[in-house]
């Protein structure tokens, strides 16, 4: 039955077409080139494209949160999920 409150207590799970990564947070930044992501746009995902090209997030004093890369003041904003070898399962598990 649409419109009911369950319905919007289920998380969206986002992905990327090219690699095994999954996240649910709506402000995390997946850069399609490295394959890193990052807790924001404004923040380390910037931060990590020097010159048109990415930099590793540790090299411009990024750390790494529960599968994102955040700066300073920043909060990892969950977990990321990896998807499984096998098509259709998905395992919880910390990306490094």
């Known amino acids: 039955m649409a419109g009911r409150d369950v ?5 969206t799970l986002l992905s990327c077409g090219r690699c095994d990564v999954r996240w649910t947070a709506l402000t995390a930044a997946h ?3 490295c394959h890193e ?8 995902f910037d931060a990590h ?4 090209q990415c930099v590793p997030p540790d090299q411009v004093g990024l750390r790494l949160d529960g599968g994102y ?3 300073g003041g920043e909060r990892s904003p969950g977990r990321i999920l990896r998807a499984s070898t096998r098509p259709g ?3 919880q598990g910390l990306v490094s």
Do not use: E
């Open 89 to 91: 399962i998905l395992r």
């Open 69 to 71: 890369w955040i700066g």
């Open 37 to 44: 992501t990052f807790a924001g746009v404004n923040t380390g």
């Open 49 to 52: 494209r020097v010159d048109s």
């Open 7 to 11: 319905d919007y207590d289920r998380p």
């Open 31 to 33: 850069c399609a080139n």
